[in-house]
């Protein structure tokens, strides 16, 4: 057992699986798989070979790469997308598949959401069919409708990375940084908007959850530095952080949260403590491999101290539905990967989790401490997460150093409802806007649908 992967790839890769007994989610890599392993490879048939648009961007031919990207299939009952692969590192074959969905309503002028799974190497079809996206499976596995999609009233794009996370592809090319992961999405978005020159002067906005919670930052960071000497801008606007993985020092402090909880008593409280303390010395003298492995430690004892169906919403009673299962088959049908361009490409993700395993322990509150005075952020938390807990949260919040990190210690906590219904409660204090989500759990999207749409429609028309 590879004690790095025993522990956090299923942290914080959130998907609506958990598993029969709650211990096994801390003797498997915990991040993945609470996403799922998918293994959507082709079973029978030839799909063809994967579509790479770069060419086709760079010689201007932009018409025809739109028409070559259309995805058109039954199954997808009228709704109008895109997809196809785009180069972000010519020097080892590195390419990035993306999913785009114009929004319904005028994407001419609509703002523009890009999503980004966890992991490390959690696909975004996770976000599309589990969360978000215009289509999920029923409970018999038919594809069905969303009547809460985010591209109602947004375009929303979708990326599978860093490279080699679901369909997307490397010879070699593994981010082992998030300097990394930021530059290869700020090379698909550039010709993204290149391929949709429609879009380059809306509203864009970055989104994600879990292990996205370092993605989005890495990505926003990248258009910050670049967007300057690039002739065209990316018209960034801010960027949204749900039960984000950020800043590991605070965030896996579980003892204490569990103890209040009632989920452990004294004598585990003191045992996870001291694991935890252990933990934090190795990330302060920057031993991030000690510091992984400390972690794995403290997760198996958690895991053989609670007994609950999913560690990911507490008030979860059963286990939930695997959707994984449907998923899989869906992405493996012949006509499908055609439809998608994707082609014969091999699914794939844990090659992206063993090189950034070492990234897991380090923090990325200096760059999101540095956005926050260019651009609104939105943190929100779902109040029943365990492995991403709100109080953790909002530890890390209080300490960025921004320029109205004062402001925010003194806010006043607001009601946030929805319809009649108390939806949550918000803290603002300059661009940052911080919320708490009532009755949700890891997946916010997942757990409480409709306030996830009114939350993202409204942070993004700055309404909250």
Known sequence: MRLLQVVILSIILACSQAKPHPGDFFKKPIFKDFYGVIHADIKDGDAGDPLILTPLIQQNRIKEAQEASEVVLDDFMGVKSYAGYLTVDEAYGSNLF???????????TDPVILWLQGGPGAPSEFGIFDENGPFYFALDGQLTLRNTSWTKSH??????QPAGTGFSFTNGGYARNQTKVGDDLYNGLYQFFQLFPNLQSNDFFITGESYGGKYVPATAHAIHRRNPND????????????????HPEYQLRYAEYLYQHGFVDGNTKKQLEDTENKAVEQIKQKNWKAAAELL?????NIGDNIDIPSIYNYLYLV??????????????????????????????????YDNLSQDIPK????????????????????QTDIIVAYPMTVEYVKNLNYSSAEEYKTATRRT?????????????????TEVMVRNAGHMVPTDQPEWALDLITRFVKNDL
């Open 98 to 108: 993306f999913w785009f969905f114009p929004s319904e309503s005028n994407w001419d």
């Open 155 to 160: 375009s929303v794009v979708y990326f599978d």
């Open 231 to 246: 002739e065209m801008k990316i018209n960034l606007k801010g960027i949204a952080i749900g039960n984000g993985f950020v």
């Open 296 to 300: 794995n430690v403290d997760l198996d």
């Open 319 to 352: 286990t939930p539905v695997d959707v994984d299962t449907y998923m899989d088959a869906f992405l493996a049908r012949e006509d499908v990967r055609r439809a998608l361009h994707v082609g014969n490409t091999v699914y794939n993700d844990g090659n992206v």
């Open 363 to 382: 923090s990325i509150t200096p760059w999101l401490s540095e956005l926050l005075n260019h651009y609104r952020v939105l943190v929100y938390n779902g």
């Open 416 to 432: 946030w409802k929805y319809g009649e219904d108390v939806a949550g409660y918000v803290k603002s204090a300059g661009n940052l």
